[in-house]
Nanobody, 123 residues
Framework: QVQLEETGGGLVQEGGSLRLSCTASGRTFSRDTMGWFRQAPGREREFVVS???????SYADSVKDRFTISRENANSRVYLQMSNVRQEDTAVYYCALSMGGTPWRAQEMYTYWGQGTQVTVSS
């Protein structure tokens, strides 16, 4: 059974940085696409960024040049480095796994999801 666990969320000041981690278990990690999504209060869950097993990435315009995704296939981990955060980045962040080699943006392309980790940006 595939499980995804996110860690690293918390409270951060506007303009600060935070790194989220996601660890996958139960599946050979290296051939999958990994994605980060987020859901702010009162809003629908939205795409943030994705990365294929070969390192091809796709970013939402709202986080481009501020967030960076990376992965360690040997450790079955994917990271989201968040920099220059804004109050509108406040959300629950979810890690997701897609069994394919394209940096999907669509949520329906992801089969497995973590429970999410809260990120709160304060002024």
């Amino acid at each position: 059974q595939v499980q995804l666990e996110e860690t690293g969320g918390g409270l951060v000041q506007e303009g600060g940085s935070l790194r989220l981690s996601c660890t996958a278990s139960g599946r050979t990690f290296s051939r999958d696409t990994m994605g980060w999504f987020r859901q702010a209060p009162g809003r629908e869950r939205e795409f943030v960024v994705s990365i294929t097993y070969s390192g091809v990435t796709s970013y939402a315009d709202s986080v481009k040049d501020r967030f960076t995704i990376s992965r360690e296939n040997a450790n079955s981990r994917v990271y989201l480095q968040m920099s220059n955060v804004r109050q509108e980045d406040t959300a629950v962040y979810y890690c997701a796994l897609s069994m394919g080699g394209t940096p999907w943006r669509a949520q329906e392309m992801y089969t497995y999801w973590g429970q999410g980790t809260q990120v709160t940006v304060s002024s």
